[in-house]
């Protein structure tokens, strides 16, 4: 079964409609505190352990982003395993983000 993803513009759409979901960002620490779009912060390398800390969001639409969008494909199935069942991988992830939607923004 394929990965559900999203794109940066359909993504700030979400945000500006106020719609509901739940931004994941499985980034590094160092990428995370350069820049970041306000999401909810656990590495890729913590997640299993820290399932906890987001598991009231198994139903919710969860969007998670990294640095490119490869470990975020990676980390929406772990999460599927684990039981979340509308995971989607935000396309490009802050590197497209920060090229298409808010050049401002410093990455890595």
């Not at 993803?5 to 980034?27: A, C, P, W, Y």
């Amino acid at each position: 079964m394929a990965m559900q993803t999203i794109t940066v513009h359909d993504l700030k759409q979400k945000q500006e409609n106020g719609e509901s979901f739940f931004l994941l960002d499985v980034r590094d620490y160092h990428e995370y505190l350069v820049s970041n779009i306000d999401g909810y912060h656990i590495p890729y390398e913590e997640l299993e352990n820290r399932l906890d800390e987001i598991s009231e969001h198994t139903e919710s639409e969860l969007i998670v982003m990294c640095r490119s969008g490869n470990t975020s494909m990676d980390a929406c199935k772990k999460l599927k395993e684990k039981g979340f069942n509308n995971v989607i991988s935000l396309q490009g992830g802050m590197m497209r983000w920060a090229k298409e939607i808010d050049p401002s923004l410093p990455f890595m």
